[in-house]
């Protein structure tokens, strides 16, 4: 091949890549468009958390939400997500609410980008970025829409399989140690996922080449082995809980892979799974066990119940990214079809048939995305908080003081309220508390009533307005507890607090 021709192949693909990475920025940005702030409840969580951390100068913080407890590195167990995150803001000046409402785009164009630079070694490069480009956020499974740790561990999965498959050098093994080490610090189920991916590579080089399997081997085990002396419990806890078989019941809501992705997708990666079978090759092969790799984790956690539940829930992510690469082998064999030479004889029109793969190709592109788009345009999203909630979370840092410590709120809202305040709260969803948030409505119910509650409890903030099982309908008690005095809309303080000061 002449440099004239490579250049020819890069200013295609470069052209053809913009807006594919465009689609990407697109498709994650869709559930912040009409939305400025966070949205799923761990985006608050880890807010909260890199803040805290941020505060106190050092990895080990006091937890954020209620004050009680110490956090380190052996209870935070995505420290490296609240520290990477902490740092940047810091160096970088951006506010909060844009980094989590643009970034996980822009993170996202990074995973697709190293999708493509891991897929053109084999043809089909912007193919299998297109398909990445597909893969949906959703509130049960998460995905790259939110800026979560699972959102930037994707990243490093084509990265790590670009250095295996093509390089055996110390260098490409450090490389691989180093991802498998940030991994580990932000978000392990990621790393475990990407050794479920490596496996069968490794295993499939013992034979020929038992040198590179175990250059692979030792860049992902070793992480393991330094850090084992801070989670040997857990690691062993986790080892136990593998023979346990877990209760379904609280995974059935996890959509299926197929319907989630997209049923032509789903075609694609068939179609490229038998025409990567047919090449043959060790990477070839690789990436088609890899993905069946997950798949039988997957199977072997809903069908029989045994494996970690964060593994089969995040493994879903990981699957559906496999499955995007392989689909760009299918879209690839579609592009390059060709009419039998008796056929174009007859047709006698040059244009089509030379190419009939090229014009099926688009149009199918077109069909992916005529279903697709609309499909993850009505993906439902809540909303913790709206524009009033944020505005009064915000007066309320502003303007009220470290001798009100401890506020009273909507459990719905209240892991918001604390990642923008900076202040305790009672209690909050998605930890084990249901009776403490029956205990916070009822007050509210109230009219706020209830003095005694709030100084057993140490609460000085009492906000009052609640979400009404919706995010678009709100309830606005008002107090009629004298103890409590207005300063803002919704906003009351606690006399002897006030009196305190």
Request: with cysteine; proline share 5%.
């Amino acid at each position: 091949m002449t440099l004239l021709n490579v250049r020819r192949i890069l200013r295609f693909d470069f052209l053809i890549l913009l807006p594919i990475l465009g689609l990407a920025f697109y498709i994650a940005f869709i559930p912040h468009q009409n939305y400025p702030y966070p949205l799923h409840v761990d985006e608050w969580f880890h807010l909260a958390y890199s803040k805290a951390m941020l505060q106190s100068g050092s990895t080990t913080f006091i937890e954020p939400f209620f004050g009680q407890a110490m956090i380190g590195l052996g209870s935070n167990l995505e420290a490296g997500f609240h520290l990477f995150w902490s740092i940047f803001q810091q160096l970088s000046g951006i506010s909060w609410m844009t980094i989590f409402r643009y970034f996980p785009s822009i993170i996202f164009i990074i995973t697709v980008l190293s999708v493509y630079i891991l897929a053109q070694r084999e043809g089909f490069g912007w193919e299998a970025a297109f398909f990445a480009c597909l893969i949906p956020t959703t509130m049960g499974i998460l995905g790259p829409g939110f800026l979560v740790p699972i959102s930037i561990g994707m990243l490093f999965t084509p990265l790590s399989l670009f250095l295996a498959f093509n390089f055996r050098t110390v260098w490409a093994y450090l490389l691989i140690f180093i991802f498998i080490c940030f991994l580990l610090s932000i978000h392990a189920p990621s790393a475990i996922c990407l050794i479920i991916v490596l496996t069968p590579y490794i295993l499939l080089n013992l034979k020929g080449n038992f040198k590179h399997s175990l250059g692979i081997t030792l860049a992902l085990i070793l992480p393991f082995l330094v850090i084992s002396p801070w989670i040997f419990n857990m690691l062993l806890s986790t080892a136990k809980s593998l023979l346990t078989p877990k209760p379904l019941t609280e995974y059935v809501y996890l959509p299926p892979i197929i319907r989630t992705y997209g049923y032509l997708p789903s075609l694609f990666c068939l179609l490229g799974t038998f025409l990567l079978a047919t090449r043959g090759n060790k990477q070839n092969y690789g990436l088609i066990l890899g993905l069946l790799a997950l798949l039988l984790m997957l199977v072997t956690f809903f069908t029989f119940h045994y494996g970690v539940p964060i593994i089969y829930e995040r493994g879903l992510m990981y699957t559906m990214l496999m499955v995007s690469i392989v689909a760009g082998a299918g879209l690839m064999r579609v592009k390059n079809l060709r009419l039998p030479a008796k056929l174009s004889a007859w047709l006698k029109v040059p244009l089509i048939t030379k190419n009939v793969g090229r014009f099926l190709c688009l149009a199918l592109i077109g069909i992916t995305l005529a279903i697709t788009i609309p499909s993850r345009l009505d993906t439902p999203y809540y909303h913790m908080i709206d524009r009033k909630d944020y505005q009064a979370f915000v007066w309320i840092k502003d303007n009220i003081n470290e001798n009100y410590e401890k506020a009273i709120l909507d459990p719905w809202k209240a892991t918001a309220f604390t990642a923008i305040t900076d202040k305790n709260i009672y209690t909050r969803i998605h930890v084990i508390t249901k009776a403490k948030d029956k205990e916070a409505y009822a007050f509210f119910e109230s009219g706020s009533s209830n003095t005694t509650f709030l100084r057993e409890n140490g609460i000085s903030i009492v906000y009052t307005r609640v979400s009404g099982g919706s995010e678009d309908f709100n309830i606005e008690y008002k107090s009629r507890n004298p103890d409590l005095v207005k300063v803002a809309e919704n906003t009351y303080l606690l006399k002897e607090a006030e009196k305190e000061e």
